[in-house]
């Protein structure tokens, strides 16, 4: 394999691992921002009343 080869092999490498870096760190973005989000969401509600109150909610809607 010529060296050119083998350096655009590199840099393809080097590439994918930004791009793969970078979607990381998008995720891990979105997922703070829904913590905060949920943390200043309001009282907690137990599940069972949540499941409740969605099931009422489409069953007024339908």
């Keep these: ?14 590439r994918l691992l930004k791009r793969k870096e970078e979607e990381s760190q998008a995720r891990l973005s979105l997922i703070k921002k829904r913590l905060e989000r949920s943390a200043h969401s309001g009282k907690p509600v137990p599940l069972d ?14």
């Design 1 to 14: 394999m010529p060296s050119t080869d083998k350096s655009e092999v590199i840099r393809e490498a080097m």
């Design 49 to 62: 009343q949540a499941f409740e109150q969605i099931e009422s909610l489409h069953q007024i809607t339908h």
